[in-house]
């Protein structure tokens, strides 16, 4: 068991590493709490934002758009270069802010700013390739092609989850399409959010004239979202968080005929076939259902095991579930730190009961170090089985919960990763070909990732992630992902001296 952190020691690192970012100090000065869910304590003060300072921050980044776009995109991938040496410079501090801040294991955080890093290299290279396509015309000397152009500012609003990571696989193909970027971090998480905003500054300094406002950071509540989402100079809006945030989000930006990214809940589920490799799956499970207090988008929170193995998997599960290290994040061999608040833990206790309501049989999801700090909330994750998929199953819940359910027939299992309204992640552990194939078909999983034997947590920068098949959604991070931050044309050069004209049309032009 790892140990629980105290109240009243953790004030000091975040001051050490606060100045070790390069925070300014006057953003470190205001009424609203940042608070760190390691002990539930205070650690630092910050000031936020009313609707009108977002508006005047939404003008700032149109102007530096309207500079921005005219710098050649190789010349932009350039920042962004330089961005990603100054995070591999800060990734030790930045991802220890991130531990302090969002909760995350140590080997998480440090995971989370490769991610940025990896992504600025990603989009560096991408600067080159923005291509359009040569269309065949049937007009003769004439030729046509498709030209790609920024759109603008786009608005990023980020979760506390992924405080830093998801910013960035948003304003790095942004930036190198030359768009203008404001960010409207989780209020949860608002001190990871200054510092990448130093980080960026520091890289905007070595390239030089950069336009201020082309990165500009808006700290705030519901009222600060809003004003981002509402804005018609922000014609893009990319949102990650809840489904309920989702709905929110995505007709208003619709409403003004604004174009919206959104990767939200997951609720997502593997499936366990009889030829599965139990070792590899039993690891694959209890890290995907329990890495990040079980509060990542691609969590698994559903499984679907057949039932010729459910007796031979369930007692190794209950195992794990049983020995995992819960508790302070920072120390060496913690699986899984705090929840990131009371509201997620009193989420987590609802849901929990609501499976006791319809049968379902719980093993664990208690409170544990409450002694040690009565603000903060570790808890055992929870391994429930469940005697079918009932409403509580399909609705998702941010926290370490796990749903277990036989199954006979592959149709049945896949019928039941498909029904629920969350379309993010989904797995298959098989040795057999034909399952595996079977489930990345058309026929298989409809979910924007579809793994074979591997959980379907994480995501790699190069394919392009998200696809929330409630909302229609979008996609972030690779792939052709950059198109959604660009606008197409279509160009037709008459490199003749004719122009064609309906059959019989003349013209007396003299």
Known sequence: MARFPGTGEIGGDADALLARLGIPA???????????????????????????????????????FLQWRMVPAPRRGELVRLFGEELRAAKSDLAALVTLEAGKITSEGLGEVQEMIDICDFATGLSRQLHGLTIATERPDHRMMETWHPMGVVGVISAFNFPVAVWAWNAALALVCGNS?????????????LAVDAIFTRAAARFGGVPEGLSTLVLGGRAAGEALVDDARVPVVSATGSTAMGRHVGPRVAQRFGRSILELGGN??????????LDLTLRAVAFAAMGTAGQRCTTLRRLMVHESIYDALLPRLKSAYASVSVGDPRAEGTLVGPLIDAGAFEAMQVALEAARAAGGIVTGGERLGAEFALDAYYVRPALVEMPAQTDSVAAETFAPILYVLRYSDLADAIRLNNEVPQGLASAIFTTDLREAERFLSAAGSDCGIANVNIGPSGAEIGGAFG????????REAGSD?????????????NYGSSLPLAQGVTFDVG
């Open 26 to 64: 006057d953003r470190l000065k205001g009424a609203r709490a940042a608070v760190t869910p390691l002990t539930g304590e205070t650690i630092a003060r910050i000031t936020e934002m009313d609707a009108p300072a977002v508006q005047d921050a939404i003008g700032r980044a149109h102007a530096a």
């Open 181 to 193: 970027v404001v960010w409207k971090p989780s209020e949860k998480t608002p001190l990871t959010a």
């Open 268 to 277: 997502n589920a593997a499936i366990v076939c009889p030829s599965a490799d």
């Open 467 to 474: 696809g929330e098949k409630e909302t229609g959604g979008g």
């Open 481 to 493: 992902s950059w198109k959604a931050y660009m606008r197409r044309a279509t160009n037709t050069i």
